[in-house]
């Protein structure tokens, strides 16, 4: 009987302690803040590469007119409990006809650069990075897909919370833009 009461008072001890552990400060809930803080107009025709500051990402994008006009970008840091995340910015992508573009970061990546030369014809290609809090990486839910915008005539921006994670367009300057977007998000 004695070894049957000292191997349940283990096992109460070790649920107790497994239940201690589960509710550790590192699960507790995060405030992640964004602040928009950066935003550059550049001639894209002219194959300018456009990437966000250092641990900042693509929230918003306006362009009005065609291939000749300017392109804003809109960028965002983000903060969970009030200290910046990393963002660890990979290779660009492939080239693709800007005509017939249709891109998405890889799973859990945000979208901080893109790169656009000639008209509708030209090469687009895109630049996405990873997040990274206290050395973990950074989660983002619900992605969704805005509606359509006409190219040559919008401004798009992310509600907050939410970034870029992809753009489709199709046809010239009077096609149709779609931009994907998610919410950031982090679990201890």
Known sequence: MRTYGKALSVT????????????????????????????????ESMG??????????????????DERARTTYHCSRILIN?????????DWTSPQR???????????????GRWHQGDENGDTRYRSAALYWQGRQVRLTNGDSSGAY???????????????????HYGDENGKT???????SFEG
């Open 178 to 184: 779609w931009y994907r977007f998610a919410t950031v």
């Open 48 to 65: 300018i590469a456009f990437s966000c500051p250092p641990n900042q990402v693509l929230t918003g994008r306006s362009h009005y007119g």
């Open 82 to 90: 009030g200290e910046q995340v990393q963002v660890h910015a990979g």
């Open 150 to 168: 006409t190219e040559s005539s919008h401004s798009w921006q992310a509600a907050h919370g939410k970034v870029m994670t992809g753009r489709t």
């Open 98 to 112: 800007e005509s017939r573009s249709d891109y998405s970061a890889p799973d859990h990546q945000v979208v901080v």
């Open 12 to 43: 109460v001890m070790a649920a107790a302690l497994s239940a201690a552990t589960m509710a550790s400060p590192a699960s507790a809930a995060v405030t992640i803040t964004m602040e928009r803080i950066y935003t550059e107009t550049v001639w």
